[in-house]
Nanobody, 113 residues
């Protein structure tokens, strides 16, 4: 049974920062974050491979940084210069070597003054 434990969401003012964490119950070669805003489809935010290769959505490049700690099976998303349009439920995603996808329960990020 794969377990993903997310933390770090909350309410922040525009221009502020938050860090999301997702601890997995095992090793996964690909880890990442997606988000879903109200009435919108879930979209990729960032992913990182176990070798450190990362990929970002254009909308977050230069503002968000994804990182992972392989010893802790944990992926982080450092979010800076947050905008109201970043408001969404953020989901941790991991992919196994067999290409099975697993999702966290989601954590709410709200950017508002």
């Amino acid at each position: 049974q794969v377990q993903l434990v997310e933390s770090g969401g909350g309410l922040v003012q525009p221009g502020g920062s938050l860090r999301l964490s997702c601890a997995a119950s095992g090793f996964f070669p690909y880890m990442g974050w997606y988000r879903q805003a109200p009435e919108k489809e879930r979209e990729l935010v960032a992913t990182v491979s176990n070798g450190g290769w990362s990929n970002y959505a254009e909308s977050v490049k230069g503002r968000f940084t994804i990182a992972r700690d392989n010893a802790k099976n944990t992926v982080y998303l450092q979010m800076s210069s947050l905008k109201p349009e970043d408001t969404a439920v953020y989901y941790c995603n991991v992919r196994s070597i067999n290409n099975n996808n697993y999702w966290g329960q989601g954590t709410q990020v709200t950017v508002s003054s």
